[in-house]
């Protein structure tokens, strides 16, 4: 069964930056197209951001789109998520996600534990 362990989540001013990653084990990790979700307090689980197998096509929600990047090392069984200039709605808690295939808009499979966001005002 496939591990997703999301880290680099922390506190951080507005304006400020972070880069999420996402170590995969238990699975080929080039087969699957990958994706970010995130859920707020008394909020539903939102998609963020995908990528296809080989990183050569990627989608956004339109809430962060210009500001985060989703990219993959398929050497490193690695999926990142760079963020700029994060605003305090941006506050989440930020999950790994293992896509059955790429789609727009994206289905979503399997989970990571997730990692925390907070942007302070």
């Known amino acids: 069964q496939a591990q997703l362990v999301e880290s680099g989540g922390g506190l951080v001013q507005a304006g400020g930056s972070l880069n999420l990653s996402c170590a995969v084990a238990g699975h080929t990790f080039s087969v699957y197209p990958m994706g970010w979700y995130r859920q707020a307090p008394g909020k539903e689980r939102e998609f963020v951001a995908g990528?296809?197998?080989?990183?050569?096509?990627?989608q956004y929600s339109d809430s962060v789109k210009g500001r985060f990047t989703i990219s993959r090392d398929n050497a490193k069984n690695t999926l990142y998520l760079q963020m700029e200039s994060l605003k305090p709605e941006d506050t989440a808690l930020y999950y790994c996600?293992?896509?059955?295939?790429?789609?727009?808009?994206?289905?979503?499979?399997?989970y990571g534990q997730g990692t925390q966001v907070t942007v302070s005002s």
């Open positions: 996600n293992r896509g059955p295939y790429y789609s727009i808009p994206w289905v979503p499979g399997d």
């Open positions: 990528i296809d197998r080989s990183g050569g096509r990627t």
